[in-house]
């Protein structure tokens, strides 16, 4: 084999493996998550009242951590992932 098919071949195995994400994986992975991205934000008492699942998701973007919304879902790994959010900041009421 080539060098340069042995990269491609590993790339593709790099992304399936990414894609191929247990729900039950990135739902553990998002709830500790939400709780970094608290202290990492320095959200005050206020902000945490409200937290904005959108900042959430674009923090994890920014940091590397966006293939944990990358799951099989019945309702959409976003819907699940901000269920999560919610649950974990006690903010399930506005749901």
């Known amino acids: 084999m ?3 098919r042995i990269r491609i071949e590993s ?4 992304n ?3 894609l191929s994400m247990k729900k039950d994986e990135c739902r553990q992975a998002i709830r500790q998550l ?3 991205w608290s202290q990492d934000a320095n959200l005050t008492a206020i902000q945490l009242e409200h937290p904005s699942f959108s900042d959430f998701k674009t923090w994890l973007n920014k940091n590397g ?3 944990y919304l990358n799951f099989r ?3 959409g790994a976003d819907y699940d992932a901000e269920l999560w ?3 974990e900041f006690k903010q ?3 749901r």
């Open 2 to 4: 080539t060098p340069i």
């Open 16 to 18: 399936h493996a990414v």
């Open 65 to 67: 951590y966006s293939h």
């Open 73 to 75: 879902s019945v309702m």
């Open 85 to 87: 959010f919610d649950q």
């Open 92 to 94: 399930t009421w506005r």
């Open 11 to 14: 790339l593709f195995l790099e």
């Open 34 to 36: 939400c709780h970094k």
